[in-house]
C-alpha cells in the first residue's frame, strides 16, 4: 500500500533555507568549481588537509548502475517485502545538519547526479 504523507513545507521553513542558501555568489562560483574539480580529478582534499580518494567508488556505483526502460515488464513477487510505503516531500538542503536527518528506515533523496 502506498501513503502519500502531507508535505513538509511552511513559511518559517522556506525562511530558514533561505538562510542557509544565502551565501554569495563568490562562495558559490567557488563551490561549483570545488564539486567540478573533485568529480574530474576523482578525489577531493578534507578541510583537515585529508586527500580523499573517490575515483574507484564513483567508477564502482556508476558500473553497477542499471537502467529500466519505460515500457519494460518488472517482475511480480509472491508476497511484498513488506506491508506499507511512505512517500513525503519536505522543504530541505542538505547543508542542514538538524537532528532530524537521523532517523531509521529506508529513504530517498534527490541529489544533482553525473550525467555519465
Not at 21 to 39: C, F, N, P, T
Request: proline share 7%; with cysteine.
Amino acid at each position: 500500500m502506498l501513503r502519500v504523507l502531507p508535505c513538509l513545507d511552511s513559511a518559517d521553513m522556506a525562511t530558514l533555507r533561505r538562510l542557509e542558501l544565502a551565501i554569495s555568489q563568490e562562495a558559490a562560483a567557488a563551490l561549483g568549481r570545488s564539486a567540478v574539480k573533485a568529480d574530474v580529478g576523482g578525489y577531493y582534499v578534507s578541510d583537515s588537509g585529508l586527500r580523499v580518494d573517490w575515483r574507484h567508488l564513483v567508477d564502482a556505483a556508476v558500473s553497477a548502475k542499471v537502467g529500466t526502460p519505460p515500457d519494460a515488464v518488472l517482475p511480480r513477487r509472491d508476497s511484498p517485502g513488506f506491508l506499507e510505503t511512505r512517500v513525503q516531500a519536505s522543504n530541505e538542503t542538505t547543508s542542514d545538519p538538524s537532528p532530524q536527518r537521523l532517523f531509521s528506515g529506508p529513504f530517498c533523496t534527490v541529489f544533482a547526479s553525473r550525467g555519465d
